[in-house]
C-alpha cells in the first residue's frame, strides 16, 4: 500500500520521530523503514496538507509502498467496516448467550447491522450467530430479534455458574447479566424450600440447587417453551433430586405449592402486582423481589410494599436494596430483599 513518509538523516530519527508522535502525524500501524542512511517515518495521510506545513524543515517528505504492522484486533471495532464519522457510536457491550451475541444499535448504525455482526465473529470466535435486540416484548418477555448473522436456529448451551442452560433467546427470555445477582441468592439459603415465581429456563434454581443450601426449589412459567427448555436443564445438570418446574400462571399455581421460606420474583416490570400472591406463599421468610426503578430512587416502590404488607397484614423488614445492573440511561434494574416476619 502506498504510504506517506518523512525521510530523515538517521540521527535525528528518534528526536524528529517524537517531535511528529506529539503533533499526531505518526501513522502507528506503518512500520517506520530504513534505506541506507535514512530513516522512513510513516505519517498519516490525511494530515499531508498539515504535514507539509508543520515539517517541511524536518526532512523530506516522500511516498513509497509500506508494510503495515500486524496486531491481533482487541475489539470489534478495530476490524468493523463503518465509516470513520460514526465510529462513535458502535455498541460496547453486548449480551453473548452461549454462541448467539444479542446486540442493539442506534439509529445511525441502522445500515451497518451485517458489517458489525461480521466483525464481531472475526474477533470472538466463540460467536456463530449476531442478532439484533429491538425491544422486550408482551407476557413471555421475548426480545424482539432480528437475525443478523448465522441463524435461523438460535438454540445454544449458555454455562453459567458452573450450570448449562439451554435455551433458544428468540423463543425464551434469558439475561446473562444477572449471573452474580443468581449466585448472591444462592449462598443465602438455608435447608428450605425455595420458589422461584418467573423461573424461565431455570438460571436462579438451578444456581440456587447447585451452590445453595435449599432442599428443594420450584420453578413456574406461563411460557411453554421456558418449561420445555427448564425440564431439559434441570436432567441436562443432575438435579431432578430437588429442582421441579411447572407450566402455569403464578396467580394459580403459586398458591396451590406452598409453603415456601423464600421467593424469587424476577419480573421487572410488574413484580409488585404478584407480591400479594408471593405473600400467600409464605408464612415467614424472605422474599427478593426486582424492579425497574428511575435513578431518581425506589421511595414510590418501597411505599407500594409498605401498603400492600398493611393490607395483607403482615409485618417485614427491608434487608437490602442493590443496583443489579443499569437498564436504560437513566434507569436500573434493583433488587430488594424483604424478610417477612
Ligand atoms: C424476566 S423473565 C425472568 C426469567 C428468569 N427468572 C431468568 O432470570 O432468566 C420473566 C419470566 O416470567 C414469565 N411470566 C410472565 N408472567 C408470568 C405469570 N403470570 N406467571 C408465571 N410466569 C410468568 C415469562 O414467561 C418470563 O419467562
Redesign the pocket.
Known amino acids: 500500500m502506498r504510504m506517506l513518509y518523512l525521510a530523515v538523516k538517521n540521527r535525528d530519527a528518534e528526536s524528529t520521530r517524537r517531535i511528529l508522535n506529539d503533533r499526531g502525524y505518526i501513522n502507528a500501524d506503518v512500520l517506520i523503514e530504513k534505506e541506507g542512511r535514512k530513516v522512513l517515518l510513516p505519517l498519516i495521510w490525511e494530515d499531508k496538507s498539515l504535514v507539509e506545513q508543520g515539517v517541511a524543515d524536518l526532512g523530506e517528505l516522500t511516498v513509497r509502498e509500506g508494510r503495515t504492522k500486524f496486531r491481533p484486533p482487541r475489539s470489534y471495532k478495530d476490524v468493523v467496516d463503518v465509516p470513520r464519522e460514526l465510529k462513535d457510536l458502535l455498541p460496547s457491550s453486548f449480551d453473548i448467550i452461549g454462541d448467539v451475541c444479542i446486540l442493539k444499535l442506534p439509529d445511525g448504525l441502522a445500515d451497518y447491522g451485517d458489517d458489525i455482526a461480521q466483525a464481531l465473529t472475526l474477533v470472538n470466535k466463540n460467536i456463530k450467530h449476531v442478532a439484533l435486540d429491538r425491544g422486550?416484548i408482551g407476557?413471555?418477555?421475548?426480545r424482539d430479534m432480528e437475525v443478523l448473522l448465522g441463524g435461523p436456529d438460535l438454540e445454544t448451551v449458555h454455562i453459567e455458574n458452573n450450570i448449562r442452560l439451554k435455551l433458544d433467546p428468540s423463543k425464551?427470555?434469558?439475561?446473562p447479566r444477572?449471573s452474580t445477582e443468581?449466585q448472591r441468592i444462592a449462598s443465602l439459603t438455608q435447608d428450605e424450600r425455595v420458589l422461584?415465581?418467573?423461573?424461565?429456563?431455570?438460571?436462579?434454581a438451578l444456581t440456587i440447587a447447585r451452590h445453595g443450601r435449599a432442599r428443594e426449589i420450584v420453578?413456574?412459567?406461563?411460557?411453554p417453551e421456558?418449561i420445555r427448555y427448564m425440564e431439559m436443564n434441570i436432567s441436562l445438570n443432575s438435579l431432578e433430586d430437588r429442582v421441579s418446574c411447572y407450566l402455569?400462571?403464578?396467580?394459580d399455581?403459586a398458591p396451590t405449592l406452598g409453603p415456601f421460606d423464600r421467593v424469587?420474583m424476577?419480573?421487572?416490570h410488574?413484580s409488585l402486582d404478584?407480591l400479594e400472591i408471593a405473600l400467600n406463599c409464605i408464612e415467614r421468610g424472605r422474599i427478593h423481589l426486582?424492579i425497574i426503578s428511575e435513578t431518581a430512587g425506589v421511595q414510590d416502590t418501597l411505599r407500594m410494599i409498605d401498603d400492600t404488607m398493611i393490607n395483607n397484614d403482615r409485618v417485614y423488614s427491608l434487608e437490602g436494596v442493590r443496583e443489579v445492573h443499569q437498564y436504560s440511561p437513566d434507569s436500573y434494574m434493583v433488587s430488594l430483599d424483604l424478610h417477612v416476619h
Request: hydrophobic share 40%.
Open positions: 422486550v407476557e413471555y418477555r421475548l425464551v427470555y434469558f439475561s444477572l443468581r422461584d415465581m418467573f423461573c424461565g429456563v431455570g438460571p436462579f420453578g413456574i412459567d406461563l411460557n421456558c402455569g400462571d403464578s396467580r399455581v424469587v424476577n419480573l421487572p410488574s404478584f426486582y
